[in-house]
């Protein structure tokens, strides 16, 4: 993996915890503990990352 591929990968990371973590955030807040939204959010985030990277991979972008 060279340099350029593994920063965008960083980039990919960040955004998806972000995204990840805020949308658990808000799920805790309305229907459970504000704690295991945002880390089941954080979990979702980090798979959805790599799937969109499998899946972009396969179609040669």
């Known amino acids: 993996m060279n340099s350029d591929k593994r ?3 960083k980039e990919a990371l ?6 990840g973590g805020a949308v658990g955030v808000l799920g805790g ?11 089941l959010g954080l ?6 990352v790599l799937t969109r990277r499998a ?4 179609k040669g972008k």
Do not use: T
Not at 29 to 39: A, E, N, P, V, Y
Not at 43 to 48: D, E, I, N, R, Y
Not at 55 to 58: G, N, V
């Open 7 to 9: 920063q965008e990968f």
């Open 55 to 58: 899946i972009d991979k396969r």
């Open 43 to 48: 979990v979702g985030g980090f798979f959805a």
């Open 14 to 19: 960040k955004r998806g915890l972000l995204i």
């Open 29 to 39: 807040l309305f229907f459970m503990d504000i704690r295991r939204g945002l880390i």
